[in-house]
């Protein structure tokens, strides 16, 4: 029996056949890999928590002088953290990490934010792990903190009103 010389081959090829594509491990302080939307928004959602309690703890403890030493140095570890997420952020969107300078720009750092990834490996590796329930409820406390201070800056001038008026209706 001869083979027919227009069949299509019937070798395995490693790259079509592989279903299930790897993850790569998160790096937090590196500027190599990939980030999803989600996990960007709850990393810099709990280091900015981080530093904020770590500040005020030290304050309180240690005195205001040796707390705005400790405000600056949290500040800074704050800002290079948020350039390297952005860094891995920009990598799941399959851009250079120069691209974050555009965050100097009001309101384009939005983009990192809205703009979705690549769904499979690109340039920088290969897709982000999926995202797990904390990375979801820390991501979430941002928002609810900046809604219920929105509550709160519409309601306490209303209810100081309210009572300014019932005291007047009571004299």
């Known amino acids: 029996m001869a083979a027919n010389p227009y069949e299509a081959p019937r070798s395995r090829v490693a790259d079509i056949d592989q279903e299930v594509e790897e993850f790569q491990n998160v790096r937090m302080w590196s500027a190599s890999g990939r980030i999803g939307r989600l996990r960007y928004l709850a990393?810099?959602?709990?280091?900015?928590?981080?530093?904020i309690a770590a500040i005020s703890v030290?304050?309180?403890?240690?005195?205001?002088?040796?707390?705005?030493?400790?405000?600056?140095?949290?500040?800074?570890?704050?800002?290079?953290?948020?350039?390297?997420?952005?860094?891995?952020?920009?990598?799941?969107?399959?851009?250079s990490g120069w691209t974050?300078?555009?965050?100097?720009?009001?309101?384009?750092?939005?983009?990192?934010?809205?703009?979705?990834g690549s769904k499979s490996s690109n340039t920088y590796g290969n897709p982000p792990p999926p995202?797990?329930?904390?990375?979801?409820?820390?991501?979430?406390?941002?928002?609810?903190i900046a809604g219920i201070g929105i509550l709160a800056a519409i309601a306490l001038p209303a209810y100081q009103q309210y009572v300014e008026r019932a005291q007047m209706q009571q004299q």
């Not at 995202?131 to 609810?144: E, R």
């Open 43 to 51: 990393y810099n959602a709990g280091a900015s928590l981080v530093a």
């Open 131 to 144: 995202n797990t329930t904390g990375v979801k409820i820390l991501a979430l406390v941002l928002p609810l």
């Open 58 to 95: 030290l304050t309180v403890t240690l005195g205001p002088i040796f707390g705005a030493v400790v405000a600056i140095a949290a500040y800074v570890a704050l800002v290079v953290f948020g350039i390297l997420v952005a860094i891995q952020r920009s990598h799941d969107m399959d851009w």
């Open 100 to 116: 974050v300078l555009l965050m100097i720009i009001p309101l384009a750092g939005l983009i990192w934010m809205f703009k979705s």
